[in-house]
């Protein structure tokens, strides 16, 4: 199962702040989501984590999920 490796604050285009989520798969590739502030909020909500550090070992799937909701955000 994929797992969050690790997690960095960066800056977007606009000034606004993004979340860089590495994501470690089984096979021992890695690769980064960048996720807006929306997403963001969401995923360290379904995560239960105040900090950073506490997302790392969390599935990808949880990343999934608050793609999704920043994205549905523009449907409702």
């Known amino acids: 199962m994929a797992v969050i490796e690790r997690a960095r604050v ?31 909020a969401h995923l360290l909500d379904s995560c239960e984590a105040t900090t950073l550090e506490q997302l790392a070992g969390h599935s990808w799937q949880k990343v999934q999920q608050a793609l999704s909701a920043s994205y549905n955000r523009f449907n409702q």
């Open 10 to 40: 960066a800056a977007a285009h606009e000034g606004d702040a993004e979340l860089v989520v590495g994501i470690r798969y089984n096979n021992g590739g890695c690769s980064d989501v960048v996720l807006d502030a929306v997403a963001a």
